[in-house]
């Protein structure tokens, strides 16, 4: 198992985890929650560690939370049979706080695609009859089974 992998095991207990929050704000069966992130991340780290300041972090993370729909630097996204929730989130020691829900789509007329990249994978979710689009990462560097998961789901339609 490389540096940023995670076990089956602990990939399972986490599927739970997010499950146990999500179900209760949510009207259908959630099959699939996974995190994920507004792009830049990796902008926004050469930035700090340049330290080109203040004001072109600030940019990068503009752009990323407009590419992402106006969602938050971190979200959940969650997969029910007929709609895609996002909600913000904050990970807890033990677990998962789901503070709010900050997002939500119907699946129908939903195209997704997805473009590995070095760290991360990129995704995109577009509704061409709405004109709405969300470019988001999935989060983290390396395995991301949850965010998998959704996917999985999504492109399974």
């Not at 540096?3 to 009207?27: C, H, M, N, T, Y």
């Not at 792009?39 to 992402?68: D, E, H, M, N, V």
């Not at 979710?125 to 983290?140: N, R, S, T, Y």
Request: charged share 25%.
């Amino acid at each position: 198992m490389g540096r940023f992998d995670i076990s089956s095991e602990v990939a399972e207990e986490w599927r739970g985890k997010f499950r146990e929050q999500i179900q209760p704000l949510v009207d259908e069966e959630v099959l699939a929650v996974g995190t994920f992130r507004a792009t830049g991340a990796g902008t926004k780290y050469a930035i700090s560690k340049t330290q080109a300041g203040a004001l072109a972090y600030g940019a990068a993370s503009l752009i990323g939370k407009k590419r992402a729909g106006g969602l938050p630097g971190t979200f959940l996204l969650a997969v029910t049979p007929t709609k895609l929730h996002a909600f913000k989130y904050r990970m807890k020691r033990n677990g998962v706080a789901v503070k709010e829900e900050v997002g939500a789509w119907d699946r129908s007329g939903l195209e997704v695609t997805t473009e590995r990249l070095a760290t991360t994978t990129r995704v995109q979710l577009e509704w061409p009859a709405e004109g709405d689009k969300i470019v988001c990462d999935q989060d983290g560097m390396g395995d991301n089974p949850w965010a998998d998961d959704v996917m999985r789901v999504l492109q399974a339609r």
